[in-house]
C-alpha cells in the first residue's frame, strides 16, 4: 500500500481515513486513479459511496446516493436489520477495497459483470448465521463467510486445519487467484501449458481430489514444493495460494519501500539512490526481475520474524519459498506483468 499526505497540511494520512488527524480537513478515496483526496472546500458536503456509514467506505462518487466501483462489486450483502452481519460486512468490505486497490496498482484487468454477466467479478458477502455459508469462487463470484471477520472464529479454524496463517485479506487474495486463472492462462495458450507444467493439470478431477487430500492429507515432501499444504489439494488450489502469495509479497515491498524499511540480505544491497521511482512504488514500474525482488523480501521477513520473537509472539511469516515454489511465483509475476500490458488479451 502506498503512503498519502493531507494537501492542506502534509500529515501522513491512510488508505481509510476520512479526515487528516492533524488538521481536520476531509479526506476521500477517489478509485479512478487509486488517490486519497483532501476536499478543499469545507462549505460543500462531499459526496460518499452510498456505503459510508454501513460499509464504512470512504470513496468519494460521482453523483449522490450512488455506490462506488468498490462497493458495486458486492452483489450480495446482510439485510438492514441483521446488526451483527453488517458490523462483519463492514470488516470485510475493508478487506476488499485493499485487494482492489492492489489489483488497480497492478494493472490487472477486472471485468465488469454488468457488461460481462458471465466473466465479470463480484461478491456475495454472507452471514453463516443467516444460512449455511461456503467461501470460495465459482464463475466471477467470489463468495465469503462473513464469520472469517471474527478474528476468534479465523483462529479456530486455523487450529483445526493445521494452518500456518489465515487472514481476511488472504481469504480474497485466494478466490481472486481462481478468478484470474482463466484470464491469464487462457484455453489453448502457451500460458496455459506453462501453467500445467509447473501447477499439474487442472483438468484433474476436483471432486476426487478433494476427497484424498481430506481423507490422506498432505505428502510428507510438501514444503519442498508447495507454499503451503492446501495447496497440494489440486493444481487449481496450488495455483490459488501461490497467486495469493504473490499478492502478499508484492503488497508488502510496496508498504515497506515507501516508508523506508529495507533489510540488507546477504546480497549486495542495490543502490536505491539510483532508484528515485522506488520512492513512488508501483510493482508495474518495479525496473528488477522478479528474484531480485525476492532479495528485498525474504531478509525482510527474517527481520519482521525476528522482530515478533522478540515480543514473544510467533513469526510474522511462517513460510520457506524453496526453488519450485519461487519458480511458480516468477511465472505468476510474469503474466500480471503481460496482463497489465495488454499483451495476454493480444494474443487471443
Known amino acids: 500500500m502506498r503512503t498519502f499526505a493531507c494537501a492542506r497540511c502534509d500529515h501522513l494520512v491512510f488508505f481509510e481515513n476520512t479526515a487528516c488527524l492533524s488538521c481536520g480537513a476531509s479526506l476521500g478515496f477517489r478509485w479512478a486513479d487509486r488517490e486519497l483526496v483532501t476536499l478543499t472546500d469545507d462549505l460543500e458536503e462531499p459526496r460518499r459511496c452510498r456505503n459510508a456509514k454501513i460499509g464504512r467506505c470512504n470513496a468519494l462518487v460521482e453523483e449522490r446516493d450512488t455506490l462506488c466501483f468498490s462497493c458495486a462489486l458486492t452483489r450480495t450483502r446482510p439485510h438492514d436489520e441483521d446488526a451483527e452481519g453488517l458490523r462483519l460486512f463492514a470488516i470485510s468490505e475493508g478487506a476488499k477495497r485493499r485487494l482492489l486497490f492492489e489489483l488497480g496498482e497492478l494493472e490487472l484487468p477486472i471485468p465488469d459483470r454488468t457488461a460481462d454477466p458471465d466473466g465479470g467479478l463480484c461478491f456475495d458477502l454472507l452471514a453463516s448465521t443467516v444460512e449455511p455459508v461456503m467461501t470460495g469462487h465459482a464463475d466471477g463470484v467470489i463468495t465469503l463467510d462473513l464469520a472469517e471477520a471474527v478474528p476468534t472464529h479465523r483462529e479456530d479454524v486455523k487450529a483445526q486445519m493445521g494452518e500456518s496463517y489465515r487472514t481476511?485479506?488472504?481469504?480474497?487474495?485466494?478466490?481472486?487467484?481462481?478468478?484470474?486463472?482463466?484470464?491469464?492462462?487462457?484455453?489453448?495458450?502457451?500460458?496455459?501449458?506453462?501453467?500445467?507444467?509447473?501447477?499439474?493439470?487442472?483438468?484433474?478431477?476436483?471432486?476426487?481430489?478433494?476427497?484424498?487430500?481430506?481423507?490422506?492429507?498432505?505428502?510428507?515432501?510438501?514444503?519442498?514444493?508447495?507454499?503451503?499444504?492446501?495447496?497440494?489439494?489440486?493444481?487449481?488450489?496450488?495455483?490459488?495460494?501461490?497467486?495469493?502469495?504473490?499478492?502478499?509479497?508484492?503488497?508488502?515491498?510496496?508498504?515497506?519501500?515507501?516508508?523506508?524499511?529495507?533489510?540488507?540480505?546477504?546480497?549486495?544491497?542495490?543502490?536505491?539512490?539510483?532508484?528515485?521511482?522506488?520512492?513512488?512504488?508501483?510493482?508495474?514500474?518495479?525496473?528488477?526481475?522478479?528474484?531480485?525482488?525476492?532479495?528485498?523480501?525474504?531478509?525482510?521477513?527474517?527481520?519482521?520474524?525476528?522482530?515478533?520473537?522478540?515480543?514473544?509472539?510467533?513469526?510474522?511469516?511462517?513460510?520457506?519459498?524453496?526453488?519450485?515454489?519461487?519458480?511458480?511465483?516468477?511465472?505468476?509475476?510474469?503474466?500480471?506483468?503481460?496482463?497489465?500490458?495488454?499483451?495476454l488479451a493480444a494474443e487471443t
Do not use: C
Not at 478431477?205 to 497440494?232: C, I, K, M, N
Not at 508498504?255 to 533489510?263: I, K, L, N, S
Not at 522478540?310 to 511465483?329: A, Q, R, W
Open 168 to 343: 481476511l485479506l488472504g481469504h480474497f487474495r485466494h478466490e481472486v487467484g481462481h478468478f484470474f486463472f482463466p484470464l491469464l492462462a487462457q484455453e489453448g495458450s502457451e500460458e496455459l501449458d506453462r501453467s500445467r507444467a509447473l501447477f499439474g493439470d487442472d483438468r484433474l478431477d476436483y471432486g476426487d481430489a478433494l476427497d484424498r487430500h481430506y481423507e490422506q492429507g498432505p505428502p510428507e515432501d510438501w514444503p519442498d514444493r508447495f507454499v503451503s499444504a492446501y495447496a497440494t489439494m489440486h493444481p487449481y488450489e496450488d495455483w490459488a495460494e501461490s497467486f495469493a502469495h504473490y499478492l502478499h509479497i508484492v503488497d508488502t515491498v510496496q508498504t515497506a519501500t515507501v516508508y523506508g524499511v529495507r533489510v540488507a540480505g546477504p546480497s549486495p544491497p542495490r543502490d536505491v539512490s539510483a532508484e528515485p521511482e522506488l520512492l513512488d512504488f508501483r510493482p508495474r514500474i518495479y525496473r528488477v526481475s522478479f528474484r531480485e525482488l525476492l532479495d528485498d523480501w525474504i531478509p525482510l521477513t527474517y527481520a519482521l520474524n525476528a522482530l515478533n520473537r522478540s515480543l514473544g509472539k510467533d513469526d510474522l511469516y511462517p513460510f520457506v519459498l524453496t526453488d519450485p515454489v519461487i519458480e511458480k511465483l516468477e511465472f505468476i509475476d510474469e503474466l500480471v506483468h503481460l496482463a497489465s500490458r495488454g499483451a
